[in-house]
């Protein structure tokens, strides 16, 4: 009998062993499976968006504007406009937005019509006046566009009609602008430019790096493959100083990005 016990009260003890470990697992668990919950819908929905990948933020960002999250219903209008290509439903939801005080949707809604192939040269300029409202309400994205628009000019796709013609003036100008209002594309190549003391800035290298830097540490992916001229520098800046090191990581995606440049 007293054999029996002792038997029964192991096996007890290393259910209560076993229960405790189990215990011990899940409480370890649960800060990871806590951090995974941290980010709300709406920011869960702006990683995916700034992702591309628009199918994953789409669930995310419907839940988000039910919450009533402004920048996620322009997310969301974008994603419509281009992926489910429904410009009418589109613009209602970015016209709701603009008239809520959003530059997020002014921008959105003339990036949009700009990219568009189906919108008429009227449309276009239209776009560029939404995109100049939101530069002017100090969004530096739109500031970018407007940058990029008198850097290249820019024309209808389907006859190539001339919309903007080249202004180098202007897109120094816009480009100073977004610098300010700390667009990371504006910030390169004011970097840039001021790298290497050309279009009037006055020759700093230090400030320029410093500049590039910072476009690099806002988005290495945006730098590498939108900033292809300033990135270039700033890594060969890195090796004339014996820092290849930082420069390597840079470099790798610069060719991945752009491999007819190497």
Request: hydrophobic residues 40%; proline residues 2%.
């Amino acid at each position: 009998m007293k054999k029996i016990v002792v038997i029964m009260c192991a096996a007890l003890l290393c259910c209560g062993a076993a229960t405790a470990q189990k215990k011990r697992t899940a409480a370890k668990a649960k800060p990871a499976a806590a951090q995974q919950s941290t980010l709300s819908n709406a920011e869960e929905g702006k990683k995916w968006y700034d992702a591309e990948r628009y199918d994953q933020a789409r669930k995310f960002l419907k839940k988000a504007v039910a919450e009533g999250d402004i920048d996620s219903k322009v997310r969301l209008a974008a994603i419509i406009y281009n992926q489910d290509m429904d410009p009418e439903t589109a613009n209602a939801m970015f016209d709701e937005c603009i008239a809520a005080g959003s530059a997020f949707a002014l921008e959105r809604k003339g990036f949009c019509t700009l990219q568009s192939a189906w919108d008429t040269k009227e449309d276009k300029l239209k776009s560029l006046d939404l995109i100049q409202k939101a530069s002017d309400m100090g969004y530096g994205d739109a500031t970018a566009e407007l940058f990029e628009v008198y850097l290249n000019g820019f024309k209808t796709f389907a006859d190539q009609e001339e919309i903007v013609a080249k202004d180098e003036a202007k897109a120094v100008e816009y480009a100073k602008k977004g610098a300010e209002q700390n667009n990371p594309e504006c910030m390169a190549y004011v970097g840039m430019w001021t790298y290497n003391g050309v279009k009037g800035f006055e020759k700093d290298e230090a400030k320029g790096v410093l500049l590039m830097e910072a476009a690099d540490k806002a988005s290495r992916r945006f730098f590498t493959t939108n900033c292809l001229e300033p990135a270039k520098v700033l890594c060969q800046h890195y090796s004339d100083n014996g820092q290849a090191a930082k420069a390597a990581p840079i470099m790798a995606l610069l060719k991945k990005y752009h491999p007819t440049e190497f």
